[in-house]
């Protein structure tokens, strides 16, 4: 069954560049059936949306972060990342990363998240 | 402050009945079918339980069902059991530029 999990720093300094990286395990990023997604969720807060990156290289983007974040897909390593620039601690958070199919309208599986500072 | 509300905790004893309510706008819950729910323990990743507002994962059972009537879904949770302690987050597509709104979560605790 696939698999996701996130890595990448945990603590990120204020104007910085957030990186995170979420490997796929039991399944091919390269397929053209999928969005792959992440998704972010603030101490004592909801969740949000941040964006999503297509293996065909479609990217949709929350405006809310639209100026500052990059998706994108590395096939080569089986992997998807997340680049959020100028970083402030309103982007403190645990970041998730999620798989969606085509067509569909729901975010399954969900990797187990990464609790991101921003902190000097 | 999320974009959908739902009630910050809910409770009931085993064998109970509960009901997760998920409050948004025309925009979003009103305007489509595309509702989904998660459940999540702590420390563990979120799991998709339902989605298109009553469709249920393979991974859970007919104790967990999903409807929605305007701007308001609902999850409801039959025949509790201590493992459903957990928190529940509803979905929902929106027609608005963010695409896809969440709820702040609903915290079931089990007695």
């Known amino acids: 069954q696939v698999q996701l999990q996130e890595s990448g720093p945990g603590l990120v300094k204020p104007s910085e560049t957030l990186s995170l990286t979420c490997t796929v395990s039991?399944?091919?990023?390269?397929?053209?059936?999928?969005?792959w997604d992440w998704i972010r969720q603030p101490p004592g807060k909801g969740l949000e949306w941040i964006g999503s990156?297509?293996?065909?290289?479609?990217?949709y983007y929350n405006p809310s972060v639209k100026s500052r974040v990059t998706i994108s897909v590395d096939t080569s390593k089986n992997q998807f990342s997340l680049k959020l620039s100028s970083v402030t601690a309103a982007d403190t958070a645990v970041y998730y990363c999620?798989?969606?199919?085509?067509?569909?309208?729901?975010?399954?599986?969900w990797g187990q998240g990464t609790p991101v500072a921003v902190s000097s | 402050q999320s974009a959908l509300t739902q009630p910050a905790s809910v409770s009931g004893s085993p064998g109970q009945s509960i009901t997760i309510s998920c409050t948004g706008s025309?925009?979003?819950?009103?305007?489509?079918?595309?509702v989904s729910w998660y459940q999540q323990h702590p420390g563990k990743a979120p799991k998709l339980m339902i989605y298109?507002?009553?469709n249920r994962s393979s991974k859970f059972s007919n104790r967990f069902s999903g409807s929605k009537s305007g701007n308001t879904a609902s999850l409801t949770i039959s025949g509790l059991q201590v493992e459903d302690e957990a928190d529940y987050y509803c979905?929902?597509?929106?027609?608005?530029?963010?695409?896809?709104?969440f709820g702040g979560g609903t915290k079931l605790t089990v007695l």
């Open positions: 999620a798989r969606r199919d085509f067509g569909e309208f729901c975010f399954d599986p």
């Open positions: 039991g399944d091919s990023i390269s397929s053209d059936i999928y969005y």
């Open positions: 990156a297509s293996y065909g290289g479609n990217t």
């Open positions: 025309s925009s979003d819950i009103g305007g489509y079918d595309h």
């Open positions: 298109d507002v009553s």
């Open positions: 979905c929902s597509y929106t027609s608005s530029i963010s695409n896809w709104v």
